[in-house]
């Protein structure tokens, strides 16, 4: 397996989870982004890039740039943020989104920036 920049990190298998799925199914990252984004991802997301694996997030916002298409790649890039910024959150990706969105609403800042993976993410298993 080819190393990458977040090889090292507690959710890397979950970051090219995440990035295989965006090559697969870009129709569903695409549908989900007007439906799922809101004011609040733009503060969880200046709060996890404030982490300090600036090298790994920038290598995997490459790698989800080159994935796929305008439209799909900023949800890719918000769940990516926190699959680096926090290291616990990766059981978020098998959830049902509508728990997912509940655990944002709240104030779950990956919650917020895994919302929209999850619902594409989850398009093909329903």
């Known amino acids: 397996m080819k190393q990458t920049a977040w090889a090292d990190l507690p959710n890397a298998k979950h970051i090219a989870r995440l990035l295989d799925d965006l090559k697969k199914n870009p129709d569903n990252w695409s549908a989900t982004r007007n439906a799922t984004k809101n004011d609040a991802m733009t503060a969880a997301r200046d709060a996890a890039w404030s982490a300090e694996r600036n090298a790994a997030w920038y290598a995997a916002r490459d790698a989800a740039w080159s994935a796929a298409r305008y439209d799909a790649r ?14 616990d959150c990766a059981y978020l990706l098998d959830e049902k989104p509508e728990y997912v969105q509940m655990l944002g609403l709240l104030g779950n800042q990956a919650a917020l920036l895994l919302y929209p993976a999850c619902v594409a993410m989850q398009k093909e298993m329903a």
Do not use: G
């Open 74 to 87: 900023y949800d890719a890039r918000d769940a990516i943020s926190a699959l680096i910024a926090y290291d």
